[in-house]
């Protein structure tokens, strides 16, 4: 499968989906993790990555607002 055809195949699932009726996460947290990066504070980022996770936040989400991959994030802080 060529690039174009997952993006067509991805753009038809998001068609699909009913915004009434699929859960969306907030951006509480990931918007903390900013926060929390921008003070350079250690503890407090280590904090709100915890509180992030155990709300069901994705690594993922983490590193995204870290500005690194799930994976990485996962690896520094899980």
Do not use: K, Y
């Amino acid at each position: 499968m060529n690039e174009a055809e997952e993006l067509a195949l991805a753009e038809a699932w998001l068609d699909q989906l009913d915004p009434d009726t699929v859960e969306g996460r907030g951006t509480e947290h990931f918007h903390r993790i900013r926060q929390a990066v921008r003070s350079g504070d250690r503890d407090r980022l280590t904090r709100e990555i915890s509180l992030a996770r155990e709300a069901g936040d994705s690594w993922a989400m983490v590193g995204c607002a870290l500005g690194i991959s799930g994976r990485a994030a996962q690896s520094q802080f899980g």
